[in-house]
């Protein structure tokens, strides 16, 4: 009897959780979501028609694959929330480790398309082993600062541990991929701002990124080029600045209401990566304004029932994450609405839950599943505030 007692004191065993239930944060969440990814898939099915027929497939078969992935998501998502958050922090540094290596075997034996190396090929799909490092970003971020607050101000201290993500950043952007490695840098930037990092370091973080940036384009003229074709995209219509070009003829196309659900002329051979980066132009030619206002405004309130999730959650740790997971959403929806329109770079990023891709749809889904686990959770955390040494 003694000892069924002490066992009942003991921390619950097993990795994962009954699946949590009755919170309307986590609900509001999974219907946003289903709205994203219903709207998703359509879209894909529609603007991957082209696509289909040059691979001398079926009509629908990018659609199919792009099922295959949803199903993978869902399943990553369940996993997800599902399992013990505190057990899931405390394996951040074998997680960051995975991806670390995974990101090192891209440049050993990565697949390489599109000028670029940033898949692994696995016979069974291609993992993209960046959009993974995202989510053990926000895992990782969140582990340090729960361990090493009362250091994390004094800049040596900072860049030791920070220093795993600080590689993998370094190891995307030699896939080449400025676009993701961007999105990495803002995730952790934000996060720390949010655990208190002072102001000083803050600003002496982002002129070191400037400066890096600046570093790279210099490096790498090309890259430059076609990053800033986008302020003048009329110079080079046949070179960089054609996909911009033809996205705003597409985007112009639709008007108001669209040409009809199916009915884009830029998919078939006109746009470049229809189903994947430009896939808001085909929403926006086939649907019109109208459509493209319902994916902004789908993408707005996810933003805030991820916010509103992070503003209830009593766990600091937990609250870190969450922001995490809305910055990343949130800033990859904005940089490739932007993008498509002309008034950002076309960097690769993509429309989250939207554009066509295995590795991210999944790990999307999975990042929605760890917001889901965080609105149910009621632990609560000791300060954890990044203490002010005077850097």
Known sequence: MTLTRE???????????????????????????????????????????????????????????????????????????????????????????????????????????????????????????????????????????????????????????????????????????????SVVAAIAFVMLAIAGLSRRLLVRIALLGAIGFAGYMAYKPYSARRFFSFLHPNKDILGAGYQLWQSRIGLGAGGVGGLGLGHSREKWGLLPNPHTDFIFTIIGEELGLVGALLVIGLFVAFLFASMHIARRCSNDVYRLMAVGIATWITLEAVINIASVVGWWAVTGIPLPFFSYGGTALITELAAVGLLYNIAHDHSSSGEITIRNQGY
């Open 7 to 181: 066992r009942t004191r003991e921390e619950p065993r097993g990795f994962l959780q009954p699946m949590p239930r009755g919170e309307a944060d986590g609900r509001v969440l999974l219907l946003i979501t289903a709205l994203l990814v219903t709207l998703g898939t359509i879209a894909v099915a529609s603007a991957s028609e082209g696509q289909s027929a040059a691979n001398g497939g079926s009509t629908w078969s990018i659609m199919v694959h792009d099922l295959v992935y949803l199903g993978f998501g869902l399943f990553a998502l369940s996993i997800m929330a599902r399992i013990r958050l505190e057990r899931l922090v405390r394996s951040a540094p074998i997680l960051i480790a995975v991806a670390l290596g995974l990101l090192a075997a891209v440049k050993a034996v990565g697949y390489s398309a599109n000028g670029g190396k940033r898949w692994l090929n696995l016979h069974a799909l291609f993992l993209q082993p960046s959009e993974l490092f995202k989510l053990s970003t926000v895992v990782f971020l969140a582990w340090v600062v729960q361990l090493h607050h009362d250091r994390l101000g004094d800049w040596k201290q900072l860049a030791v541990w920070t220093s795993p993500v600080l590689g993998g950043i370094l190891l995307i952007v030699i896939e080449p991929d400025i676009g993701t490695s």
